[in-house]
């Protein structure tokens, strides 16, 4: 049987050697360090952390520690924790190596923007709502369904949406689909049905959406991001646009909110020209110095398309967005998805309705936001400590954070995180072809580590900062 141990940023699939879960931690923990999975001098997690991760007990870990010190791979100080041996390849035989082909090292210590921690869903409360939404179930749950969502599920996001977000959200203009990469692409075929030649994007954001709009035969002009969030005046003179892409809460990846006047700029605009909005709502509910601005669809629910995700308060896994649409635009969108074969999952619909009618959604999200914040601020602090030289840019929400970079520094340090086995992503990759200018930053994903491989990440990102 595969065992797969996830808590030092990245998988380490073993066959179990012994009979016993210490044997199987030991091989896994000693073939790392021999690949170079672990690199030298990476601090590993407490035995206590480690044993919560990996739901074992914590005298398992502390022996299979003790022997790896023993063999000479780690080492362990008091003060400074378990590290991997500066030259723990001695120990063992060197893997075969190719000359002819660069092997490529799957990362230690993973720091890209667009997850969150999913070691950290809640199993036991989402067991406990889907056996209660599987006992009252009708029947008909059963079957092929509508289009548009199950019911129960667009109720509980109505009232959620009204309360948490400031959404207008009747049940009947709510379409439930499979992801925000889902949506958009329903809303570019409808778009496009209904004469639209061109869709504004922000001049930083991310290539898949401008790409999936693209393929809808939809042009992608970019409004400018500055410090006040997008230029959404610029809107009026481009005459060709019919539909704008924005993330006003929290700018993807700059992470600055759109202004006030920039708001209302928006509404002011799809009213005037008769275009349509799409507000990316993806991590809205994570604000840390204040409470969440509410949606840019409460200003005018018949000129905006709210669409939001538990891919950032839940996990990407789950495949559950949602659309809230002007009334017009229901059905077009239903038609576009398709007929009832192309339904998102009836039981996953019924038993997120219930985990939040229940309140475990709030409370979860309410966890999240106290761990987030937890991490940010630990960003900060860190690079205060070590890095003084560096910053951490936008506001404080949502699940990254932009570090500023010298200009022409970012290509080298992220050739050295990876070196590092540190994943990551650059600034400048999130930049529209046609964009002015572009600055050079990392985008940190300190929402994707678990809270054991947290602290490594962090050295890891010290260590590569020029």
């Known amino acids: 049987m595969t065992d797969s141990w996830a808590a030092f940023g990245a998988d380490l699939h073993i066959e179990p050697l012994g009979p016993g879960l210490r044997s199987g931690l030991t091989n896994a923990l000693r073939e ?7 690199a030298p001098g990476t601090r590993l997690p ?19 520690y003790a022997d790896l010190v023993a063999e000479g791979r780690l080492t362990a100080r008091q003060g400074s924790g378990t590290r991997v041996a500066q030259r723990a390849d001695a120990a063992g035989p060197k893997a075969p190596r190719t000359p002819s082909r660069q092997v490529r090292r799957r990362p230690v210590h993973n720091l890209m923007p667009g997850s969150p921690d999913v070691s950290t869903f809640p199993r036991a409360a989402w067991l406990k709502a889907s056996k209660r939404a599987l006992t009252v179930a009708p029947d008909e749950a059963f079957g092929y369904g509508d289009p ?18 400031g959404v207008y959200a009747d049940p009947e203009r709510i379409v439930i689909c499979s992801g925000f990469v889902h949506g958009l692409a329903l809303m570019g075929k409808v778009l496009r049905h209904r004469g639209v030649r061109e869709a504004a994007v922000e001049s930083s954001g991310l290539d898949i959406h401008r790409n999936l709009l693209t393929a809808a035969g939809l042009a992608t002009p970019c409004l400018p991001v500055d410090e006040l969030g997008a230029r959404t005046g610029d809107l009026g003179g481009m005459r060709r646009v019919g539909a ?21 700029a928006a509404v002011d605009w799809a009213r005037s020209s008769g275009g349509l909005i799409l507000e990316d709502d993806y991590d809205g509910e994570f604000r840390y110095d204040r409470q969440p601005v509410g949606a840019l669809q409460g200003l005018d629910p018949e000129r905006v398309v709210y669409m939001g995700t538990a891919g950032k308060s839940l996990a990407p896994g789950l495949r559950l967005a949602w659309m809230v649409l002007p009334e017009g635009l229901v059905r077009e969108v239903c038609d576009a998805k398709g007929g009832p074969e192309w339904m998102t999952g009836a039981l996953d619909q019924l038993t997120l309705a219930e985990f939040i009618a229940s309140g475990s ?4 999200v309410r966890a999240m936001r106290l761990r987030y914040r937890r991490r940010r601020d630990q960003l900060v602090e860190t690079l205060a400590e070590r890095a003084p030289g560096f910053r951490v840019s936008g506001i404080a929400a949502g699940l990254h954070a932009v570090i500023e970079l010298p200009a022409g520094a970012e290509h080298s340090v992220v ?3 990876t070196w590092q086995g540190l994943a990551l992503e650059r600034l400048s990759r999130f930049g529209h072809p046609d964009a002015e200018a572009r600055r050079d930053g990392l985008v940190i994903g300190y929402g994707t580590p678990s809270d054991s491989g947290w602290a490594g990440a962090l050295d890891a990102l010290c260590r590569v900062l020029p």
């Open 32 to 38: 790392a360090v021999r690949t170079g999975r672990l």
């Open 46 to 64: 407490s035995s206590r952390t480690l044993a919560r991760d990996l739901g074992i007990a914590r005298n398992t870990v502390a022996d299979a």
């Open 148 to 165: 548009q969502g199950r019911v129960e599920l667009r109720t509980a996001l109505a009232d959620y949406l009204a309360r948490a977000r």
């Open 244 to 264: 704008a892409l924005l993330t006003p809460a929290h700018q993807f990846p700059t992470g600055v909110p759109l202004h006030p006047d920039r708001r209302a």
């Open 361 to 364: 959604y709030d409370r979860h």
């Open 415 to 417: 050739q050295a995180a």
